[in-house]
């Protein structure tokens, strides 16, 4: 459309608020294995995380439940900003070895899960951990050396 052309959009909300959902929950993962994160994945019914673990001596069972329970503990979202010199003085707050948050526009938006996960993020996350909704972690997968890739789906049926 030529520029100032009048446009109207529509956001199919129950496919955002699934996605909104599963990435969330994929922050409540990388609270769960400390170990920095290679890749990752999201749709609207599953998510994965790919971890940089040289061992495959990740629990599925453990994960799962420890998963289900940051979820149930109902703990609120938040964003906040932090300057690009507090982010570089915080390295640790970064997750992700290939992806970094964009930097150079003075400051970085962060996703705080009060009490559990604080990292830098620009995606769309629910309110509180209880919109998830329980999870199923459905296979651990051996990807390299040292690749972990770990599989989540919602248990309720689409």
Do not use: Y
Request: some cysteine; glycine content about 6%.
């Amino acid at each position: 459309p030529a520029i100032g052309t009048a446009l109207s959009a529509e956001i199919d909300w129950q496919r955002r608020h699934k996605f909104m959902r599963m990435h969330t929950c994929l922050h409540l993962l990388c609270a769960v294995i400390d170990a920095p994160v290679t890749g990752g994945q999201l749709s609207e019914e599953k998510g994965r995380l790919d971890f940089d673990l040289p061992e495959l001596s990740l629990d599925k069972a453990e994960i799962e439940a420890r998963l289900n329970e940051l979820i149930a503990g109902d703990a609120p979202t938040a964003t906040q900003w932090i300057s690009d010199a507090d982010l570089a003085a915080q390295p640790d707050l970064v997750r992700t070895m290939k992806v970094k948050p964009p930097s150079g526009q003075g400051r970085v938006r962060l996703l705080d899960v009060e009490d559990v996960d604080l990292q830098p993020c620009g995606g769309t996350h629910v309110k509180s951990t209880t919109e998830i909704g329980a999870v199923t972690v459905r296979k651990i997968e051996n990807k390299g050396k040292h690749n972990r890739r770990v599989n989540i789906t919602f248990k309720e049926p689409a």
